[in-house]
């Protein structure tokens, strides 16, 4: 079945450590987005990239870096990991940057301890 | 600022009983409208959307909504529930602001009891 795939789906992880989340779509959609979810406060987007090899800053981009080297992947990664980042990770594309609906990964829950 | 409310975190309703899930936005230039669906532990996907044309949208499921440009609301209902129909839903608006951006609103948790 075509989508998106997310890995890992859940994960633990000591504060000051470095994690990455992948992201893998095989829809061939221009862009992508990372977004985290919080209880009370909807989705909040970290990091998007229209199109391969670009990239840009969302709503909550601190502490977070993503890469955009083709179409299908688009990982995030914590460089250092604190305990506010502890979420639900989704990502998420679109066919174009424009007015398209978003498709979304059936998420990454984090734990920062 | 643009922004998106939806005014109910929680509705409970019977089956099949009508409900309506409210959701107001601010924003000063055009906007596209949707609403997503997210059952438990799963990605979110899209129940509805407007982009242009009639004001009544339906989408899957038996759920429609109604855009009203002069309340900026965007509201979705459903005749009569299900007990399946137990999931969050979400408003969102998409809009230009120098680039396209995606605006959620917080979530609206909807019970459906037997």
């Known amino acids: 079945i075509a989508g998106i795939t997310q890995a890992p789906t859940s994960q633990i992880l000591a504060a000051g450590r470095r994690m990455t989340l992948r992201c893998t779509q095989d829809?061939?959609?221009?862009?992508m987005y990372w977004y985290r979810q919080d209880l009370g406060l909807g989705l909040r987007l970290i990091h998007y990239?229209?199109?391969?090899?670009?990239?840009g800053k969302g709503e909550v981009p601190d502490g977070y870096s993503v890469s955009r080297a083709n179409t299908d992947d688009f990982p995030l990664t914590l460089a250092s990991a604190v305990p506010s980042q502890t979420s639900v990770y989704f990502c998420?594309?679109?066919?174009?940057?424009?007015?398209?609906?978003?498709?979304f990964g059936e998420g990454s829950r984090l734990t920062v301890l | 600022a643009q922004s998106v409310t939806q005014l109910d975190s929680q509705v409970p309703v019977f089956e099949e009983a009508p409900v309506e899930l409210r959701c107001n936005y601010s924003?000063?230039?055009?906007?596209?409208l949707f609403w997503y669906v997210q059952y438990p532990n799963q990605g979110l996907q899209l129940l509805l959307k407007?982009?242009?044309?009639?004001?009544l949208v339906k989408g899957i499921n038996g759920f429609e909504a109604e855009f009203n440009k002069s309340q900026t609301s965007f509201h979705l209902r459903k005749p009569s529930v299900h007990i399946s129909d137990t999931a969050e839903y979400f408003c969102?608006?998409?809009?230009?602001?120098?680039?396209?951006?995606?605006?959620f609103g917080a979530g609206t948790r909807l019970f459906v009891k037997a």
């Open positions: 990239s229209n199109t391969a090899g670009t990239t």
């Open positions: 407007y982009l242009s044309g009639s004001t």
């Open positions: 998420a594309s679109s066919r174009t940057s424009d007015i398209g609906e978003l498709f």
């Open positions: 829809m061939r959609h221009n862009a």
């Open positions: 969102a608006v998409r809009l230009y602001t120098g680039g396209f951006k995606t605006i």
């Open positions: 924003s000063s230039v055009s906007v596209y």
